[in-house]
């Protein structure tokens, strides 16, 4: 989560709503989900989900109402801010998750590392093109989706 956060808020910035975490997280848990939204015929930019993560039993998808930790998430950011790594506010009725600077190198320590590395690359790249408000991410995703929206609630896809 915090590199995710650190790739899509710019130094100074906020990573703004809960949806949107949300989906951007559904987007890099499941590239190939991501694949599926991307214009037709743009490049990966070497980020391309492998063909063993295609086939991989980790890859098959599960339908969350929210995102792959709907129960998780206020968890999860609580604890970024408990360790300093991030602060958390609402901002005109939006959360508004904002890295600290410990946070920041953190995210760029763990950035350096494998697996780490293509996780943050895979950000940077859906930041490219899912940069959005997170409502416009969630109609995106149920209007070109429709085959994983209509499933049931935790059901694999």
């Not at 609580?78 to 790594?85: F, N, T």
Request: charged fraction near 25%.
């Amino acid at each position: 989560m915090l590199i995710l956060i650190c790739q899509f808020a710019d130094p100074g910035h906020a990573f703004r709503g809960l949806t949107k975490l949300a989906k951007v997280d559904f987007l890099l848990r499941y590239p190939v989900m991501a694949e599926r939204l991307l214009p037709a015929g743009t490049p990966w930019s070497g980020t391309a989900p492998t063909s063993d993560e295609r086939l991989a039993v980790e890859t098959r998808m599960i339908r969350y109402k929210y995102g792959p930790w709907d129960d998780r998430y206020y968890p999860i950011l609580g604890a970024l801010v408990g360790k300093r790594l991030a602060t958390f506010a609402s901002v005109d009725g939006a959360t508004e998750i904002r890295p600290t600077d410990a946070g920041r190198e953190l995210s760029g320590q763990l950035e350096a590392t494998h697996p780490w590395t293509v996780v943050a690359q895979r950000a940077r790249f859906l930041r490219q093109y899912f940069d959005l408000p997170g409502r416009e991410l969630k109609d995106m995703i149920y209007e070109r989706l429709p085959d994983v929206v209509a499933l049931p609630l935790r059901s694999e896809i």
